[in-house]
């Protein structure tokens, strides 16, 4: 097993990694480890955020929205003003 040195750390990280230890019921050595272990080894997504959105509302009726008729030509922006 290896060993890691944390120097430079801030006293407010300190004192809020030792009261999340303490609210786990582990010693702050135990608690970085398992943060590093959550962290390193979460699941990625596998689909990007569209199809997390299209999932999310799959279980929704599928409703048709009348698409409204163009009335006029499409006309270039004018980005001088």
Do not use: N, Y
């Not at 959550?38 to 509302?57: D, K, M, N, V, Y």
């Not at 499409?74 to 003003?81: C, E, G, K, S, Y």
């Amino acid at each position: 097993m290896a060993t890691l040195t944390i120097r430079g750390l801030d006293e407010e990280v300190r004192e809020r990694l030792r009261v999340r230890a303490a609210e786990h019921g582990r010693s702050m050595e135990a608690e970085v480890r398992a943060i590093l272990r959550e962290t390193l080894f979460r699941q990625t997504p596998a689909h990007g955020l569209g199809s997390r959105i299209r999932a999310r509302f799959a279980d929704i009726e599928d409703h048709e929205f009348a698409i409204p008729t163009r009335d006029e030509s499409p006309r270039a922006v004018d980005l001088d003003t």
